[in-house]
């Protein structure tokens, strides 16, 4: 006689450790379970709550602040831990993101402190510039030319030794030309001082501020934008600008912001007072081409992964992605704020880019539809943000950043705090676990499979914002209606043909200039 009977092996019924669950046999066949779309909807909505209530993105602020508002940071290309930030009142600050603390104070300008940028080296060099009109380089690491006291028993702390004057000098007597002799020197320098020659312009008020400056992703050099309407070209082996580029368009707007293209070596964008966004090319000096648009841009940050795009934050309360082959039309347009944008940022992954406002938020916008979180699946490719981040203290936000491994956030602001947020809200600080991992990965999988459906969708896009924003937005909404119906009204009442409904995000470009226009 036979007798059939179940067989499994030992390992498909033990549990790998005493802390694991016990493992379960499943019946896939879709007939044994008639509910299963309902019982995922309600997983579905509970994961999009899990979500929100575990959302707290703010992390903590770095101690030892600054004593006037934060007018620039900078983040380093090659390293996690260093980060360097720009106040008012002419000082520079490097901090040490491991531990969150202040390393040095340096007394770098005697004015607002406009620029700051890392070079492309491991060396640790660092570039300031002021609106005094002096660039400055500097050095993240101390020299150890500067430590004669050697023989001193008790080893001091990391940051009490930065802060330390220097207790000697170098003990070489010649000294660089560019070098001003006058100039103070501390452990991490200055090491150069760059200034602009003398011109017919230099006695006036104020008329070689520098406004930005930006270094070369390969190269050895860096670009700077000064109140003369030029950018400069620099080598930091020499005093003076090895090329200057001033009135390529035929005017003289000050250039307020310029940036390198991470592909193209000699390939520059800047933005002007004159509301233009330009680009040009520096082996031959000439300028590319030019889109005036309706209102003045702030900021302009290149794709680090797709270098033929990027982004501007303008004064229309919008953030715009342009294309450099096609600059008549913004790709994207990205809403929200109700304040100026101030500040720009891409994530080193570059699907997204976070913005800093006057309104005192940060938000962060998505341009691919895979970009965003499990709450958010797919909203930056509408143009909404997929998070906002403030708190009551914060006040106007002057600067944004990524750090280099994508998972944090740095904001400056005018209540002279630097503040640390996690780029997602509800992700956990630390190592997961394989469970933890699937978990969420299973969770985040549901939310983009129902974010469609009203609830889940009520629940993942819900965000608590100031009081005053939601006013503002609401007040824009309505005036933005009121246009609209406006010129539908327009439209339906002339003539056939002789009104049309304008492009939203064609109204914000003016007109468009191009090289040969000029040669024309």
Known sequence: MKVKALSRSQASTTRSSLHDLRPTHKNLNPAAHPQARAREYTRAVTAAKLDRMFAQPFVGELKGGHVDAVSCMAICRTNLCPVVSGCVDGTVRVWDMQRRKMVVNLEAHTRTVSGLVFGNGIEGMFYSCGEEGLVKAWSIFPRASYNTTADSDDESSDEEEYGKKPKGRRKDNHKKSNKREDEPESPHGPHNVYRLPPSRNSMHHNSNAFHSIDHHWHDNQFATASSDAAVHLWD????????????????????????????????????????????????????????????????????????????????????????????????????????????????????????????????????????????????????????????????????????????????????????????????????????????????????????????????????????????????????????????????????????????????????????TDEKG
């Open 236 to 515: 930091p082996e020499r005093s003076t600008p090895i090329s200057t580029y001033g009135n390529l368009w035929g005017g003289d707007d000050t250039v307020t912001t310029v940036r390198y293209n991470p592909a193209e070596r000699d390939l520059i964008a800047h933005c002007s007072n004159d509301r233009g966004i330009g680009l040009h090319d520096t082996r031959t000096s000439s300028a590319l081409q030019k889109t005036i648009m309706s209102m003045k841009s702030n900021c302009l940050e290149w794709n680090p992964m797709e270098p033929y795009m990027f982004v501007v934050g303008n004064e229309d309360h919008n953030a715009y992605t342009f294309d450099m082959r096609k600059l008549n039309r913004p790709t994207g347009m990205y809403k929200g704020h109700v304040g100026a944008v101030m500040d720009v940022a891409w994530s080193p992954t570059g699907t997204e880019f976070v913005t800093g406002s006057y309104d005192k938020t940060i938000r962060m916008f998505s341009v691919r539809k895979e970009g965003g979180t499990a709450g958010h699946a797919g909203s930056g490719s509408t143009g909404i943000a997929r998070d906002v981040y403030h708190t009551k203290r914060m006040q106007r936000v002057f600067c944004v950043g990524y750090t280099f491994d994508h998972k944090y956030l740095l904001s400056g602001s005018d209540d002279t705090n630097i503040r640390l947020w996690k780029a997602r809200s509800s992700e956990k600080i630390g190592q997961l676990s394989a469970r933890e991992e699937t978990s969420l990965q299973y969770r985040k999988a549901l939310v983009q499979k129902y974010v469609h459906l009203p609830e889940v969708k009520r629940i993942s896009k819900s965000r608590r914002v100031p009081k005053f924003v939601k006013k503002e937005t609401q007040a824009a909404m309505v005036q933005k209606e009121k246009r609209r119906r406006k010129e539908g009204n327009m439209v339906k009442h002339s003539k056939p043909g002789t009104k049309k409904f304008t492009d939203e995000k064609g109204k914000t470009i003016v007109k468009t200039k191009k090289f």
